[in-house]
Every structure is written in C-alpha cells, then in structure tokens.
C-alpha cells in the first residue's frame, strides 16, 4: 500500500514538474529552453544523422531549428494528443524532409562531413582524431548501407524505436501511421537488416 501511494506520488511530482517546464517554455524562461535542449537535442541529432549520413553539420542544422520551431509553436503542443518527445521529432521529420526536397530540386549533393582544419588546430589534448574520424566515417556508412536496403519509413521507425528508444504509439505519431502499421514497418525494417548484414559477413 504504501509503495503505491509513493508511486502515485512520485507519478504527480512528475507531472507537476512537467508542467512547470512546459509554461516555462510557453514563457520563454531561458532555464526551460536550456532544459529542452538537454532532454532532446542529442536524439534529435541522432535521428537527422540517419537520414542526413553524409553531412553532420546539416543533422546539426536540423536540430537548432526543429528545437527553435517548438519553442516559437509551443503554444501549438497539446499533451493530450502526443508527447512532447513525440511532437519534436513530427517537428524534426518535416524540417528533414523539406530539406531532402529541396536537395533533390537543386539536383544538388551533400558535401561529407569533414572535420574544420582550425579545430585540428586546436590543441585537442589526448583525443585520437584519427581513431574518431574512422569511427564518425565507419558509422556514416553502415548507416548508408542500411539506409539503402531500407525505405525512408522504414529507416525512420527503426531508428526511432532502436536508438531513441521512442513507443510505437510515439512513432505513430511521428511518422502518421497507425500503431499496427508501425509494428510492419518495424518486422520488415528488422527483417531487412538482418538479410543485409548475412550478406555482408558472406
């Protein structure tokens, strides 16, 4: 009995400082916009990195205006019909998908990412940036392989459930199909994956 009424408590804490955070966006408290970079930006990231592989710094462009678009729309956000994690990435979806649009009209190509030559300047202390570079480029393409045996749906919600860890229900949303849809998705995502990666060890 009394664990359950800790967790009930623990539950309305939660939701208290919730909606703290969320007025204090709608007011524009920089301790709220600084709390809303630190809980979603690093996932956000992640999520644009596998649909922008070969240019980081334009994932990194991605996420400075997904999370300046919520916070100019926060007023928009209704928690009864999403998460906030999930109204975000619908927010970072469209700005990504605008911007593949944009590249395929300009018929133009991303440049790789590269790290700036003043940062290799830079003393970087005991860091093995040749050890980091082949980790970045290693990860940039296993992830354009796997992007290229998957579609862009697909990508996205394997992304969203295996890396950021999002519910189906929060995919659902994001990518605007329903809960069932998004279990198919997920079975034929993973199914192709696994076929890829056999045919890569062979």
């Known amino acids: 009995m009394a664990e359950s009424e800790a967790a009930q408590a623990g539950q309305r804490n939660g939701e208290a400082a919730e909606t703290r955070?969320?007025?204090?966006?709608?007011d524009g408290l920089p301790e709220a916009f600084a709390e809303l970079h630190d809980r979603f930006a690093s996932g956000l990231h992640r999520f644009a990195a596998s649909r922008l592989p070969e240019d980081m710094q334009l994932a990194e462009d991605m996420v400075?205006?997904?999370?300046?678009k919520a916070v100019r729309n926060i007023t928009d956000y209704d928690p009864r019909r999403?998460?906030?994690a999930a109204w975000l990435y619908g927010?970072?979806?469209?700005?990504?998908?605008?911007e593949i649009r944009r590249r395929k009209r300009g018929k133009s190509v991303p440049k790789a990412a590269v790290v700036p030559i003043n940062e290799v300047a830079?003393?970087?202390?005991d860091r093995d940036l040749a050890a980091e570079a082949a980790a970045r480029l290693d990860a940039q393409r296993q992830?354009?392989?796997?992007?290229?045996?998957?579609s862009h749906t697909e990508m996205e919600v394997l992304v969203l459930q295996c890396v950021d860890e999002l519910s189906v229900k929060d995919i659902s949303h994001i990518v605007r199909r329903s809960?069932?849809?998004?279990?198919?998705?997920?079975?034929?995502?993973?199914?192709?994956?696994r076929e890829g990666l056999v045919q890569d060890a062979e």
């Open 143 to 150: 992830v354009r392989e796997l992007a290229g045996l998957l």
């Open 179 to 193: 809960e069932r849809a998004v279990h198919s998705l997920l079975h034929r995502a993973r199914q192709k994956a």
């Open 82 to 84: 999403a998460t906030l």
């Open 21 to 26: 955070f969320l007025a204090g966006l709608r």
């Open 122 to 125: 830079e003393d970087q202390g």
């Open 91 to 98: 927010i970072a979806r469209w700005q990504i998908w605008e």
């Open 64 to 68: 400075v205006q997904t999370l300046a």
